[in-house]
């Protein structure tokens, strides 16, 4: 057996596990989140055949550097169980050349890893998991999906490692070998910085994906809008908590991590941009004037224009960045100094713009 994934990598990958797990913790009685939506589905084979748009395996097939490579492999995904699919975390683990049979509960299944030579000394690397649950045809055509759910493995990820060798990037079409690789229910791409792991995500990612540093919690849309759903989960009343806590276990947890969300925490999430220092110019010539960040301006917008021009106009605001345009026009990116907000809007860089004769500056 191999050894498991380093660190940062078995982070990114349970957090790839769980992508969408749980977008919204749904109180017993909701229906919406009865059958949850996982990505990475792989149906038994009789319900695949019977959904033109559901497949019954996942490949992932790449090049490494060097055929004799040591390759190692595993297979990650989550098998529903309970009344509302709990989640249970499965894990397969291979060494090359190996076909492996495994049988968690009613789910079933083989997964392979293997190489060929090719003609260069390079190796292209199958790894592939196939459902082999049995089900008949008939039951099949007549089963739901929530009851197909309970068979198939749920967000299957596919990771791969060459030891000392190194893949080639997926993504890299116009490189010999890469672009007849047959991959299969998965897009994948690398997942270390020295291109030893190679990972088959459920869904589309960049060449070494990483988690941002301001995700400090595990929920379950580590890849998408973790503010919101922290947001949507301080929402909750009483009863909705303690009804959703009563239920899965990991949704429990990703609860309390939500409310113990500081409120530094919570405006990290809000964006990825830090500037350290600001861009843009520092300041900037206004017919006679010269004008600063930090300095004040009356905006002059017009009041025939849109229904934004007439609630802006006349009103004060600061100035938080300038910037000059190829034609050297200038723009001007303020906060209004009476918007409740404009402190949260200067802090995340969110400002309005306007042209130098769309600005009046106040007498000094």
Not at 47 to 57: E, K, L
Not at 107 to 116: C, I, K, Q, R, S
Not at 177 to 205: E, F, K, Q, Y
Request: with cysteine.
């Amino acid at each position: 057996m191999s050894a498991p994934a380093p660190d940062h990598l078995d982070r990114l990958v349970k957090s790839l596990l769980y992508e969408g797990y749980a977008l919204y913790p749904y109180t017993r009685g909701a229906t919406k989140n009865a059958t949850p939506t996982p990505f990475g589905i792989v149906y038994p084979p009789a319900y695949a055949r019977a959904q033109p748009s559901a497949y019954d395996r996942m490949q992932l097939e790449c090049v490494v550097t060097d055929a004799q490579a040591a390759l190692t492999a595993e297979i990650r995904f989550l098998q529903g169980t309970g009344e509302r699919h709990q989640a249970v975390e499965r894990r397969v683990q291979l060494d090359a050349p190996a076909s492996v049979d495994f049988d968690f509960d009613q789910v079933h299944g083989t997964a392979t890893l293997g190489v060929v030579r090719l003609p260069d000394g390079r190796g292209r690397v199958t790894l592939r998991v196939q459902n082999s649950t049995p089900l008949d045809d008939a039951t099949a055509k007549e089963m739901t999906r929530a009851d197909a759910l309970r068979l198939s493995l749920l967000s299957t990820h596919l990771l791969a490692r060459a030891g000392e060798a190194r893949f080639v990037s997926p993504l890299e079409r116009g490189d010999e070998g890469v672009a007849g690789c047959c991959n299969v229910n998965t897009w994948p791409v690398l997942a270390t910085r020295d291109d030893s792991a190679i990972l088959g995500p459920t869904i589309m990612l960049p060449d070494h994906p990483q988690i941002a540093p301001e995700s400090v919690n595990d929920f379950f849309d580590g890849t998408e809008i973790e503010e919101a759903l922290v947001l949507h989960v301080q929402t909750l009343s009483d009863a909705e908590r303690a009804d959703i806590a009563s239920q899965d276990p990991a949704v429990r947890e990703m609860l309390e991590r939500a409310g113990a969300t500081t409120p530094q925490q919570l405006m990290d999430l809000h964006g990825r941009v830090r500037i350290e220092d600001p861009p843009g110019e520092r300041e900037a010539r206004l017919g006679d004037v010269v004008v600063r960040r930090g300095d004040k301006v009356v905006l002059r917008p017009g009041v025939d224009g849109d229904v934004y021009d007439k609630m802006l106009h006349g009103r004060t605001a600061t100035i938080g960045r300038i910037f000059l345009d190829d034609s050297e026009r200038l723009h001007l990116g303020v906060t209004v100094d009476d918007d409740p907000m404009n402190e949260v809007l200067a802090q995340s860089s969110r400002f309005l713009f306007f042209f130098e004769h769309e600005v009046e500056v106040p007498a000094r």
